[in-house]
């Protein structure tokens, strides 16, 4: 077995040993807090080999986020469907009233585009300085926004992907190379608060001679059967995309997690995936053409080989 599914495998199986039963919004959990994941990149693409991980959905996601978009319309244009039932709620939140009762209305007002004036509801927020203009399938401030318009100043925004970059290029030993999603004023306007809330870039010289990119996320909340795959593979990724337009390799990808668990509705996939032993090798990345902007990626330039996986284990998703 891989060292990417041996260290997931041995995450479930620590917490079904020592997880607490905790209720939480969306459902009874396992839970334990505080761990740590550590991948060399050098040996391969983290992507999870005991189950068949959605790829594409990783790789669009990424790009998404990565272009600053916050609404759901790019995503269900190509049939990716994650962030439908939270944009789903936080319409609920806004318009408590409202006249779409049902997901599928829903995403018909998102395909038409269909926009709507409120107040921001949460925390009895209304007056009129958090008035908008909410489009349909809209989810707040989240990733995208913070990651490219970080800040309370709408005028002059942080890019903080562009930051990151320009540092790596001109001082590869800055210890500042940091992205946070985390923004305490916009977290009451967002659909979902953020559950991986900063990332960190690290260089050193490797043994040929040239400098490998590692990276570390720090996670608050990991959904360890839907979610941590998903981390995983999309970090790894953006690892991969930065390392090509600064000139690096990939080295290393390091998951710090807190609040750690498996819902109870999910014990049987869970089960299912301890039971199985996934490959040995993992699938390579490489890119189809030598990309030098890092919003120039499109999904065709990422080319994934030898991904070999066992069959999907159908994980129930808890949202609320």
């Known amino acids: 077995m891989n060292n990417v599914d041996k260290q997931y495998l041995d995450l479930l199986a620590d ?31 983290p992507l999870l080999t005991t189950k068949k991980v959605f790829y594409r959905g990783v790789i669009e996601e990424l ?13 269900i244009k ?5 962030w439908d039932d939270d944009a789903f709620r936080y319409y609920k939140t806004l318009f408590k009233d409202g006249s779409i009762k049902t997901k599928e209305n829903f995403l018909k007002s998102v395909f038409n585009k269909d926009y709507f004036t409120a107040h ?20 707040g401030p989240i990733y995208g ?11 002059f925004p942080i ?36 559950c991986h809330v900063m990332f960190q870039f690290y260089t ?10 590692s990276c570390m996320w720090v996670q608050r909340s990991v959904d360890v059967p839907c979610g941590l795959p998903f981390n995983i593979a999309s970090y790894a990724a953006l690892t991969y995309m930065i390392a090509e337009v600064v000139g690096m390799v990939p080295d290393e990808l390091i998951g710090s997690l807190g609040d750690t668990h498996i819902y109870l509705n999910q014990m049987d996939g869970v089960k299912e995936q301890l039971s199985r032993k996934g ?19 499109k999904y065709e330039d990422f080319n994934l080989s030898n991904y070999q996986s066992d069959g999907v284990i159908k994980y129930p998703l808890n949202v609320g």
């Open 15 to 45: 917490i079904l040993a020592n997880g607490v039963e905790k209720d939480t919004r969306s459902g009874k959990v396992k839970s334990v807090f505080g761990r740590q994941l550590r991948f060399d990149l050098k040996e391969g693409f």
């Open 63 to 75: 790009l998404w986020f990565l272009s600053g978009d916050t609404n759901i319309y790019p995503l």
């Open 78 to 82: 190509k049939d990716i469907h994650i």
């Open 120 to 139: 921001h509801l949460k925390n009895n927020i209304t007056d009129s300085e958090y008035s908008m203009l909410y489009r349909a399938g809209d989810l």
């Open 145 to 155: 926004y913070q990651w490219r318009k970080y800040g309370n100043d709408r005028l």
């Open 159 to 194: 890019d903080q992907i562009g930051n990151i970059i320009k540092t790596l290029k001109e001082n590869p030993n800055d210890r500042r190379m940091l992205c946070v999603a985390f923004n305490p004023s916009d977290v009451d306007k967002m659909a979902l608060p953020p």
């Open 204 to 213: 050193r010289q490797l043994s040929d001679g040239k400098l490998g990119l």
């Open 279 to 297: 490959f040995d090798t993992l699938p390579t990345l490489s890119f189809n053409r030598k990309v030098d902007n890092i919003d120039n990626f």
